[in-house]
Every structure is written in C-alpha cells, then in structure tokens.
C-alpha cells in the first residue's frame, strides 16, 4: 500500500469502530481476537462469514489478520488462526477462506507454510486513486495451524 494512502487512514474513525464491534451482540456472527503480550495488543483477527458468492456453503473467512512487526515470527499469527480455526470448526465450518494482496509475498509466505493454498480467485481492488490485486486462499478449518 502507498506511505500516503497508509497515512490518509484516520485512527479515531478505525477506534470507533473496533469499539462497536467488539461492545456488540453480534460478537457471534462475526468474532475477533485480540493478541497480547505484556498487557499490549500485539495483533488481532477478524472473521465471520464469507463474503463471496462462490465460496463454499460451509465456509468462513478470515476478514482481517494483523500482527505488530516487532512481533513477526513470534507465533502469534499462527496463534491468532489457530483460535479462529478452532472456533469456526467447532461450530461445524468446514473451510476458511481469506483474501491477500498478491503482491504481499511475505502473507503469502506465512498462509503457505501454514497449510492455505491459492484456489484461483482474483480480484482488483479500488482504493480511491489506486489499484490493487488480492487472491483467495482457503484451507480445511478442521487442520492443524
């Protein structure tokens, strides 16, 4: 993503809405995890529902991972999917499906080694002034992260 885009992203409007999400009742239909290390959070998960007419029936998706830097190869993203794997097979989810950015080779990296795999799905996202490519990955919800 451009330094200026990254920088255009207002904080209070994204604080507002993690505030609603994690305060709402719908926690169910779409959960989130928090990672901690030391009383910081170090990274979070965002999953629910696929958003894509072709995904399989008894799918979930990975919406957003995010983990501090400091914290990369840590073992909490590997973490943070474990917990969502579990819960989401726990309630009888068969695949997981998350988007990312095709030019992100180390994401990429990460879901390869973690038993993901590419099925073939692109899309163009339009970011207001730029263009980006995201492919699908899916995985068994059921495997071991």
Known sequence: MPDEFLASLAIDA????????LE????DLAPAWVAERDGA???YLVSGPPRDEDA????A?????????????SGTGR????VAAAEWASRGTRTLVLW?????????????????????SRREIDWGGFTTAEVRYRRPANGSV
């Not at 709402?24 to 926690?27: A, G």
């Not at 990312?100 to 073939?120: K, Q």
């Open 14 to 21: 994204r604080e507002i809405a993690w505030r609603s999400r």
């Open 24 to 27: 709402s009742d719908e926690e």
């Open 61 to 73: 998706e990975i919406y957003a991972i995010y983990v501090a830097p400091e914290q990369w190869r």
């Open 100 to 120: 990312v950015l095709d030019e992100n080779a180390r994401a990429r990296s990460f879901y390869e080694a973690l038993g993901w795999t590419a099925d073939g």
């Open 56 to 59: 399989p029936p008894d799918a």
């Open 41 to 43: 959070v170090v990274g």
């Open 79 to 82: 973490a943070l999917l474990g």
